[in-house]
């Protein structure tokens, strides 16, 4: 499967990396470029006119011996810390900004699924598998893509896990 050179060369570079591994992979999704930054689970969602917990979020978190850890979340959930510990065999936390960059090649709110600069650990939350397309980053806040969860989990080399807090003791945030 080739990349359309037109396409690629529309993209950023940093999409244009992720295309190319999406190509590779098989995949066939198009990365598209919107005009309006999607940080945010919300605003990716309302970019994309799909449910919010299509979403799949990219979350680095370091764990405590300074292994990067990443968690592909729905939209609609929170990651439950103490869970992703559990299965990592240590403590985790947030990673900075530095760390993230450093072990993805990419800044947070547009942290891909695959094209890492690192290997990391990959847990992804069951909940995605609810849905038949999630959307995911494709290497910048403004870059997104539409997978099927199955092709997500085998792209992202990831072990699918409960990840998220209960409902009931969701807040704002991660």
Same mark, same amino acid.
């Given at each position: 499967?080739?990349?359309?050179?037109?396409?690629? &060369? =529309?993209?950023? #570079? %940093? @999409?244009?990396?992720?295309?190319? /591994?999406?190509?590779?992979? +098989?995949?066939?999704?198009?990365? &598209? =470029?919107?005009? #309006? %930054? @999607?940080?945010?689970?919300?605003? /990716?969602?309302?970019?994309? +006119?799909?449910?919010?917990?299509?979403?799949?979020?990219?979350?680095?978190?370091?764990?405590?011996?300074?292994?990067?850890?990443?968690?592909?979340?729905?939209?609609?959930?929170?990651?439950?810390?103490?869970?992703?510990?559990?299965?990592?065999?240590?403590?985790?936390?947030?990673?900075?900004?530095?760390?993230?960059?450093?072990?993805?090649?990419?800044?947070?709110?547009?942290?891909?699924?695959?094209?890492?600069?690192?290997?990391?650990?990959?847990?992804?939350?069951?909940?995605?598998?609810?849905?038949?397309?999630?959307?995911?980053?494709?290497?910048?806040?403004?870059?997104?893509?539409?997978?099927?969860?199955?092709?997500?989990?085998?792209?992202?080399?990831?072990?699918?896990?409960?990840?998220?807090?209960?409902?009931?003791?969701?807040?704002?945030?991660?």
């Amino acid at each position: 499967m080739d990349v359309d050179k037109d396409l690629l &060369t =529309e993209l950023s #570079t %940093s @999409a244009q990396r992720v295309q190319r /591994a999406l190509t590779a992979a +098989g995949i066939a999704a198009t990365i &598209t =470029e919107h005009d #309006t %930054s @999607a940080r945010t689970s919300a605003e /990716a969602a309302v970019i994309l +006119g799909c449910h919010v917990g299509q979403i799949a979020k990219s979350l680095v978190f370091r764990a405590a011996s300074g292994t990067p850890v990443l968690v592909i979340a729905s939209g609609a959930n929170r990651v439950d810390v103490t869970k992703i510990s559990a299965l990592v065999g240590e403590p985790i936390g947030k990673a900075d900004a530095a760390f993230v960059r450093e072990v993805t090649g990419y800044a947070i709110g547009g942290i891909p699924p695959l094209a890492h600069a690192q290997r990391l650990s990959t847990f992804i939350d069951r909940d995605l598998l609810a849905y038949d397309v999630v959307y995911a980053a494709g290497g910048t806040p403004h870059a997104l893509f539409p997978i099927p969860p199955a092709d997500l989990v085998r792209v992202a080399d990831g072990m699918v896990a409960d990840t998220r807090v209960f409902a009931s003791d969701q807040s704002p945030g991660a």
